[in-house]
């Protein structure tokens, strides 16, 4: 026998499945419900409706997705690495926030020890930028959403080819985006 946690952590894994591969509209609730092994009166009785399930689901991920990739002052461009591994590793984190974003969502930042996530990135590249590490040319807030662009670039490539699982491909392309985002933060001499 399952406890209430179990059961509602096993819901919130099928739904994050459901939601990933069709968004909002297209999931159904009794795919969610037999994918978790329970009725929907069990899900209904966790969550009050799919839409509340969603905002569940995309809080969790948008938190992970954030948690997992935060700017060190030491290593800015390593950064971008991060972000690449985690939209190869679990993209299904960054398909739940395209999903919300296309059904009209707000999305607010994600936290970390109280404080928006967004606002601990932006700290550390200004940390960067008064170590002379970063180029103090750009607004920490404008680069960060580009060094978001540089790690996220593959996943949003619209091309079926650059699906890939080959660790070769991967290692390169993480390299490529490191190095790129290493030119763009290179403090002008």
Do not use: N
Not at 77 to 104: K, N, Q, S, T
Not at 133 to 146: E, I, Q
């Amino acid at each position: 026998m399952r406890t209430t946690t179990e059961l509602r952590t096993e819901i919130l894994a099928a739904a994050r499945v459901e939601f990933a591969r069709h968004g909002l509209a297209g999931a159904r609730i009794d795919r969610i419900a037999r994918a978790a092994h329970a009725s929907k009166e069990r899900l209904y009785a966790h969550f009050r409706d799919k839409e509340t399930l969603f905002r569940e689901v995309l809080a969790a991920d948008a938190a992970a997705f954030y948690r997992a990739a935060t700017p060190r002052p030491e290593a800015v461009e390593e950064f971008v690495g991060d972000i690449y591994d985690l939209a190869c590793r679990r993209p299904e984190h960054l398909r739940m926030i395209d999903w919300a974003r296309l059904e009209g969502f707000a999305l607010g930042a994600p936290e970390l020890d109280g404080q928006p996530l967004p606002a601990h990135a932006i700290a550390a590249i200004g940390e960067a930028q008064a170590a002379g590490r970063v180029d103090t040319a750009w607004r920490p807030d404008d680069l960060l959403v580009l060094l978001f662009a540089i790690g996220l670039a593959w996943a949003h490539l619209p091309d079926p080819g650059a699906i890939t699982g080959d660790p070769e491909i991967l290692a390169h392309r993480r390299a490529v985006a490191v190095e790129a985002a290493g030119r763009l933060i290179s403090p002008r001499g």
